[in-house]
């Protein structure tokens, strides 16, 4: 043979050496298949929770924030067990004229990247480190003093919904980093209201997380009761202006497996917030209940006797009920969209004699 | 050998030892790993702007009973961590083998426990830790062939069907094409090399369209096309080259009898042939494997009318093998010879449907097509280069009225029955 020709044949053998390693490298097949041989780690099952699901044995990761194989890492944005049942009163002082003064300290930062569901982190915008902020909490006629601080990278305020002087409506006084305000007003109308941060893009500021709720309450206080707030909210996380992630405070399918125990027969207000980005509404359903739906919390008298609420950002109500029969019983959105996404969770029904432990947090302090 | 280095060298050259040959090619790849050993370790701060952004491409979405599996690569500039699947985007428990973990280029396997229903489209997407969702459709999802006998002789029969038999009835021709005048054969070899084209024109674009839609762009799939094109078309006209002239140099060795004058004349008309059926079943593999993976990924119902469809298209590829045969006076020995070529373009349809049904690759898929439309452009140029110096058709080709009008019906023939083809 030629020298030439011995060229042509090495580099014949050689390219097709090369094309036939792509060809196997693409055929994930092999390896798949080598991949179920040479496993001698624990298996895992996964799937089969739900009816109609055959269960898959793997030798692989789970993915699966449904049922939270995955669990939620130390980063998490917040603990939605914590922050289901907890109110800040604030700082209590008496004025010179009598009234109660509640001081609050909140500081915004949007430097944090933390985990928002399992496995999955992101760009947080925190009110004293949480998504949703914490839960400001006052009675009629208190004077509400809230110390802000501009912890982060950018200008931030904070804008309550409700009444109060103009200088104090956190739009125009914008608030940049390293600086301080200090909001004061007096708590009225009694209700349950949002506050966020108002600096432009608002849509920017909101998805983030700078939100968080206020509730005040009637100088007579309501009926003692199992109280929760619940803020409805979703993520962005590939900014293509749809929610990937939904839920209510935050982590997705968090009271799906740490179901919220409850008593049969204890009255239960949950205290439900919208605060849901891009979407035009959310809803909330309670299974194997009605609820006493108080629209915006602004009135003691109920609105109507209801399963269903939907709501527009910013919109907000009271829900008082108390289950006749223990059990679990799901609440979720009934948009099945935002509640397969993670926007489902779980009431357990216990019977009185068995829950020694539940949190009795009243209506008052 | 000798001479020729010698003469390449300057006079003021000296020769080096081998090894000093290679030592001194090797210093740049040195230098370079220096460098890159640099910018890897004290060097990283200096270049290293922007932010990396994931990318997890989908490779293929199979169906299984009660389970979605899609097979998941990391083409990105960093690696990956999936944190969720989801099923017409909304999220559901998964397994990801064998790790969530992904680095560069490596590839995992989603098993999705889900009650899926056939004929329905899905879209699979895969969420990383970053909350990036990457995702995938198919048009209507449909049971993956499990490598089964009796999936496999199924899919013979399709093959059977659309390539086989086609091509044999096209054979059939050849006693119609033995017995037309001078100009209608240049007619009918230039309808022939219009077939070609269309056949090398559409397997470019079809491997476009996998490159475009089914590779991630870090394979640079489309540059595998025209690379492998190009590369099959030179090496099949070196093949052929070689062939015919070891072949004439065998037999112009010998005293030139009538007999082994005749054999020379017969040599060049049955290497094209030859190279027609090569390329032609290098393109039904091709087609074979599209029509695996079609059936695969649930973008077409095997029907009656498809079938009809792929018939009246490939019949004329017989015809394409045909037409140089015909003015060889051997006609006994050519029955035989037909039939085996008739077999090297059709039979490889089915082999690439059952590659392509079960173990459809995309990279594959291009690289057989390409490989088929660098063959079937070196047939062409055979063809014509043969047309120009044969007895029976000696014509200049570009001023030749029949030539022009074959070449132009051979591709309008392709063009009409491809329309009862879903590409």
């Known amino acids: 043979m030629s020298r030439s020709q011995t060229i042509i044949l090495v580099s014949l053998v050689a390219s097709i050496l090369s094309s036939a390693f792509a060809v196997l490298a693409s055929a994930n097949q092999f390896s798949a298949i080598a991949q179920d041989n040479n496993s001698n780690s624990e298996k895992k099952l996964v799937g089969g929770h739900a009816m109609g699901y055959s269960a898959y044995e793997t030798s692989g ?9 995955g669990k939620m890492g130390k980063d998490a944005v917040m603990n939605p067990e914590k922050y289901l049942r907890s109110f800040n009163y604030g700082r209590i002082s008496t004025s010179p004229n009598g009234t109660t003064v509640r001081e609050f300290t909140l500081v915004a930062d949007d430097r944090q990247t933390m985990e928002i569901s399992p496995g999955v982190s992101y760009n947080v915008w925190t009110f004293n480190g949480t998504v949703p902020g914490p839960t400001l909490r006052a009675t009629e006629g208190d004077i509400i003093r809230i110390k802000f601080i501009n912890n982060g990278t950018m200008p931030h305020t904070i804008h309550t919904h409700g009444i109060h002087k103009a200088e104090m409506d956190g739009v125009f006084e914008i608030i940049n980093p390293g600086g301080q305000y200090i909001y004061e007003f007096p708590a009225e109308h009694f209700g349950v209201y949002p506050y966020h941060c108002h600096v432009q893009p608002l849509e920017q500021h909101i998805s983030h997380g700078l939100y968080g709720a206020y509730i005040v309450d009637p100088k007579t206080p309501r009926p003692p009761a199992d109280e929760m707030v ?5 993520f962005d996380t590939d900014f293509d202006t749809e929610n990937n992630f939904y839920g209510v405070n935050t982590i997705p399918y968090y009271y799906m497996h740490h179901p919220i125990e409850i008593e049969k027969d204890r009255l239960v207000r949950v205290y439900l917030v919208n605060m849901l980005e891009f979407d035009q509404i959310n809803n909330f359903h309670l299974h194997g209940n009605l609820y006493n739906l108080y629209r915006s919390g602004t009135s003691l008298q109920p609105d109507e006797l209801t399963d269903m609420v939907t709501m527009s950002q910013g919109e907000r109500g009271i829900l008082e009920f108390s289950y006749k029969y223990p059990g679990q019983y799901m609440f979720h959105a009934h948009k099945t969209e935002f509640a397969e996404k993670g926007w489902t969770g779980l009431f357990m029904v216990k019977d009185s004699s068995e829950t020694q432990h539940i949190a009795s947090s009243g209506g008052g302090r | 050998m000798e001479k020729e280095n010698d003469q390449l060298k300057g006079p003021n050259e000296k020769r080096l030892s081998a090894v000093r040959m290679v030592a001194v090619a090797l210093i740049p790849i040195v230098v370079l790993a220096a460098m890159i050993a640099y910018l890897l370790g004290p060097g990283q701060s200096l270049l290293n ?8 491409s989908i490779e293929r979405i199979e ?7 899609a097979l998941v690569r990391n083409t990105g500039p960093i690696d990956v961590t999936v944190a969720q699947a989801d099923v017409n985007d909304r999220i559901h428990p998964a397994a990801i083998e064998p790790s969530k973990e992904l680095p560069r280029l490596a590839e995992a396997k989603v098993i999705i426990p889900f009650p899926w229903s056939a004929g329905e489209p899905y879209e699979i997407g895969i969420t990383t830790s970053d909350g990036t969702r990457f995702s995938k459709g198919v048009t209507a999802a449909a049971p993956a062939p499990a490598p089964s006998i009796e999936q496999a002789s199924f899919f013979a029969l399709v093959g059977t069907y659309v390539g086989i038999i086609p091509v044999l009835i096209g054979l059939m021709w050849f006693p119609f094409i033995r017995r037309v005048g001078s ?12 077939l070609l084209v269309f056949l090398g024109i559409d397997a470019l674009v079809e491997s476009n369209g996998i490159a475009a839609e089914n590779i991630a762009g870090v394979f640079n799939g489309q540059i595998l096309i025209v690379m492998i094109t190009i ?4 090496t099949l006209q070196y093949i052929s080259e070689k062939l015919v002239g070891r072949a004439q140099m065998k037999l112009a060795s010998g005293s030139t009898t009538r007999v082994q004058t005749e054999r020379q004349e017969l040599i060049r008309p049955v290497a094209i042939a030859l190279m027609i059926s090569i390329g032609i079943g290098l393109h039904n593999f091709g087609e074979g494997l599209a029509i695996g993976a079609a059936v695969v990924l649930g973008q077409v119902a095997l029907g009656t009318f498809l079938i009809i469809g792929f018939t009246l298209h490939n019949t004329t590829e017989g015809l394409a093998i045909a037409a140089p045969l015909a ?11 037909l039939l085996v070529m008739g077999m090297i373009a059709g039979a490889p349809i089915i082999v690439g449907t059952w590659i392509g049904g079960f173990l ?6 291009i690289i057989f097509l390409s490989i088929g439309a660098g063959a079937i452009f070196q047939v062409v140029f055979a063809i014509y280069s043969w047309m120009s110096r044969a007895d029976i058709t000696r014509t200049r080709i570009l001023s030749d009225a029949y030539a022009l009008s074959g070449f132009a019906v051979g591709m309008g023939i392709m063009y009409a029955t491809g329309l009862l083809v879903p590409s």
Do not use: C, W
């Open chain 2, 231 to 234: 590369f099959s078309f030179l």
């Open chain 1, 61 to 69: 990761d789970v993915l699966d924030p449904v049922n939270n194989d």
């Open chain 2, 327 to 337: 003015k060889i006076d051997r006609r006994r020995a050519m029955i035989r010879k």
């Open chain 1, 230 to 234: 619940m803020i409805m909210n979703g």
């Open chain 2, 63 to 69: 169906f299984h009973e009660g389970q979605i599996v």
């Open chain 2, 49 to 56: 702007t922007g932010t990396p952004l994931p990318e997890v």
């Open chain 2, 360 to 365: 459809y690759s995309p990279i594959a898929a």
């Open chain 2, 183 to 194: 100009n209608a054969y240049r007619f009918f070899l230039s309808l022939t090399a219009g």
